[in-house]
């Protein structure tokens, strides 16, 4: 797929708020996980699932002037620019996602509006569950839950990860828990 496929969703972002770069690495990592075929490699990071390609294409796409990456406080928010569509057409990325348009609002629908907070748990728990079953074993909610509070302890609560885990459990990504 076209590099300029993220321009589309990140427009479409923007129609749900004002998401800043964390938010949109895990939306990105999502509607991958959801099968939209977008090829950004994500490693584990302090924040959660993060692709160093997608932050680069980010900062490509604001150098050509096509996104707005701006400080608010701690946060860098990603904002379609006036132009985002000047080189390229937006009907024709429409047409090559037209396999996935439907699972990119869905996506956007269900995650579109949460806190970058709760969307940095809620990958990192999928993030988790996915490595864990590459032994081959779907792992089981007591080893998810100590690999994400090893990884996560300092930042949420036994609770929010329970939360987590609970939700995870219940959409379509949770085929890795047992």
Known sequence: M????????????????????????????????????????????????????????????????????????????????????????????QEELEPYLQTIQDVLEEYGKRPARELELLTTVDFVAQELAKGGEAPGWRDLFRVVHILKGSKFNNEDIDKAIAELGESDLGRYLT
């Open 2 to 93: 076209r590099r300029e496929a993220l321009l589309y969703i990140i427009d479409s972002i923007n129609n749900t708020g004002n998401p800043g770069k964390k938010a949109v690495q895990k939306i990105v990592y999502l509607l991958q996980r959801r099968g939209v075929e977008l090829q950004y490699h994500y490693q584990i990071h302090f924040f959660g699932p993060y692709s160093s390609a997608l932050d680069y294409e980010l900062q490509s796409f604001e150098r050509q002037g096509s996104i707005i990456i701006e400080q608010k406080g701690s946060s860098s928010l990603v904002k379609s620019s006036p132009c985002i569509w000047e080189n390229i057409s937006r009907e024709s990325l």
